[in-house]
């Protein structure tokens, strides 16, 4: 299966960047790994690609790591129907104090959009 991970700097995708890894390993996905850097953000993504290094190395998987710049949600579903993935997997939601949960705004978006599976690892 060729997965597209979407991740920034939060910690929930860098769980699913946990978790995305061991699966890959384990099942011999084909990894990708997007890094989506924000215009508007004052961060850059150094943090975020010295992490995914790290975690690859640690669980010695090989993946495709690729920059993109501009909105994150329609940089993520332009590349995965570009490139035919078959799975895109995000971080985020929390649960709200009624049970319900709460998406960020570029998982609600991919999730509204997309034309292929969307996993998202809470």
Same mark, same amino acid.
């Given at each position: 299966m060729d997965l597209l991970l979407g991740i920034g700097d939060s910690e929930?995708?860098?769980? /699913?960047? #946990? #978790? +995305?890894i061991e699966r890959a390993r384990e099942a011999g996905d084909t990894l990708t790994i997007a890094i989506v #850097?924000?215009?508007?953000?004052e +961060? =850059? !993504?150094g943090d975020v690609e010295s992490r995914v290094d790290e975690a690859l190395a640690e669980a010695s998987v090989e993946a495709e790591v690729k920059t993109l710049t501009g909105h994150p949600g329609s940089q993520l579903l332009e590349l995965a129907e570009r490139e035919g993935y078959d799975r895109i997997v995000l971080g =985020? =939601?929390? +649960?709200?104090p009624l049970g319900k949960v709460q998406l960020g705004s570029v998982a609600e978006f991919v999730l509204l959009n /997309?034309? !292929?599976t969307v996993t998202l690892v809470r």
């Amino acid at each position: 299966m060729d997965l597209l991970l979407g991740i920034g700097d939060s910690e929930d995708s860098f769980r /699913a960047l #946990e #978790e +995305t890894i061991e699966r890959a390993r384990e099942a011999g996905d084909t990894l990708t790994i997007a890094i989506v #850097e924000d215009p508007d953000s004052e +961060t =850059g !993504t150094g943090d975020v690609e010295s992490r995914v290094d790290e975690a690859l190395a640690e669980a010695s998987v090989e993946a495709e790591v690729k920059t993109l710049t501009g909105h994150p949600g329609s940089q993520l579903l332009e590349l995965a129907e570009r490139e035919g993935y078959d799975r895109i997997v995000l971080g =985020g =939601g929390e +649960t709200s104090p009624l049970g319900k949960v709460q998406l960020g705004s570029v998982a609600e978006f991919v999730l509204l959009n /997309a034309r !292929t599976t969307v996993t998202l690892v809470r």
